[in-house]
């Protein structure tokens, strides 16, 4: 991927944690295939697992995310300060001042040693340590979905199930010999399929035309094709 193309959008990190939520309850559903109804919190702060499957995705996923940050797989950067408050604790105000107006990179171990602090119940988007505080903490979105991706689609098996419809277009491919590059005019596709009987039943114009639309190309649908006739 060029670096011209990468995302440069920024998540919070409620906005990554969802992502990562989903991301562990797609792999547990490719996995179990059963479906996971997860009512996605905002609360990652250690918490028992086991009480639902829904609990504990989540609490797969807030794991997942504090061990990238603190292991520097996942960058994050935000606003610091190493100014005190010289009116805190007394009065109504944040221990911490000044934040800078730029971002600055949290190295990993700000992570391991630094206490989030929740804000009204929600993400804790604020890392205090003993001598400053990170605020505005944002991580680059490309990142996250980089590291945390979809699994691979299931793969399906073959199947010889099959059904009248089916073994009649099979039979019209043959009666015309299409092929990619010899596709036969929809008209007579359409004719042929209307005097033939399915179940002792004449196929009625609408199914002839479906089925007359689907055996041919995109292609040859837009005039593209050649024909056969």
């Known amino acids: 991927m060029s670096i011209d193309t990468l995302n440069r959008d920024v998540w919070s990190l409620d906005q990554a944690y969802r992502h990562i939520a989903r991301i562990c309850r797609a792999r547990h559903e490719a996995v179990t295939g059963q479906k996971v109804e997860l009512d996605v919190r905002k609360v990652l702060l250690p918490a028992v697992a086991g009480r ?3 609990e504990s995705i989540n609490l797969n996923a807030s794991r997942q995310l504090w061990q990238a940050l603190r292991q520097g797989s996942l960058h994050a950067q935000a606003r610091l300060s190493q100014h005190r408050n010289p009116a805190f604790p007394n009065y109504d105000a944040r221990e911490w001042i000044f934040h800078s107006s730029h971002l600055v990179w949290i190295p990993p171990e700000h992570w391991i040693s630094g206490l989030l602090h929740n804000e009204d119940g929600g993400l804790p988007e604020r890392l205090e340590m003993s001598d400053g505080e990170y605020i ?3 991580v680059p979105r490309f990142m996250v979905e980089s590291i945390w991706t979809l699994p691979p689609p299931k793969q399906v098996e073959p199947s010889d199930y099959t059904t009248p419809y089916l073994e009649l277009i099979r039979a019209a491919i043959a009666e015309f010999q299409i092929t990619e590059n010899e596709q036969s005019k ?6 042929w399929f ?10 009625s114009d609408n199914l002839a035309k479906a089925m007359a639309t689907i055996m041919r190309l995109p292609a040859s649908q837009r005039g593209g094709g050649k024909r056969s006739w």
């Open 52 to 54: 639902s499957i829904w």
């Open 136 to 138: 505005d903490i944002q």
């Open 186 to 191: 929809k008209e007579c596709l359409v004719d």
């Open 194 to 203: 209307k005097e033939q009987h399915v179940e002792g039943e004449p196929v």
